[in-house]
């Protein structure tokens, strides 16, 4: 099911996702750019949870923050970030809107670290790169669900050759998305990441349980909802 819009509006623009989709755009050019010097530079400058654990159990000394900030901007195809961004802008706008520019900026990067550790402590000995937003992102699906329950986000089924739109309630359509992550993630515990196909379940389920905990923290709160004829697409 792929996401098209929702039906919340926003009354601010959200120069925070704006920016935050720009700067993940211009990193994702500049690894096309690396060639055959991506790999190196990755085993770099991504965060590696064997890295922050020492090869062991325990951490190691190395609490990588700098990579794991870095990891949030890095990409590993067109679909990766394709597919992030188109979530992240259409989520991100609403909850920036209800905390503001600067607390939703906190609240991604906290969502993100958040993300890169629960995947490092799922994986502690795993070598491969953690790279994505979309540990950070799940962290905004978790905040949108807890303000937005009522929402509607009209999406994209493809079955087949078989495809249509749907208006699927917010409270079924995100509980859904973390209901596949965390099977997923159960499911690949003990496997190495490319058995896994790659993806760090952990770090989306990290985010998105710790996305309605900062928006308490960071003092987002449901409003009531405004009673209208008819809420438009957004």
Known sequence: MIPLRDDTPSTIRPWVTIGLIAVN?????????????LEPFLMQAAFIPAKLFGGGGTPGGDLQVDNALLSMFLH?????IGGNMLFLW????????RVGHL???????????????AQAVASPHSTVPTVGASGAIAGVLGAYLFLFPRARVLTLVILGFYARTVAVPALLYLPLWFLIQLVSGVASIGRTSAEAGGVAFWAHIGGFVAGPLLMLLLGGRRRPPVPTASAPWT
Not at 76 to 80: E, P, Q, R
């Open 103 to 117: 607390r939703f900026l906190i609240f991604y990067l906290l969502c993100g670290y958040t993300a890169a550790y």
């Open 90 to 97: 259409i989520f991100g706008d609403n909850v920036e809107d």
């Open 76 to 80: 590993g195809g067109w679909a990766h």
């Open 25 to 37: 755009v211009a990193v994702f050019l500049y690894e096309l750019l690396l060639g055959d010097r």
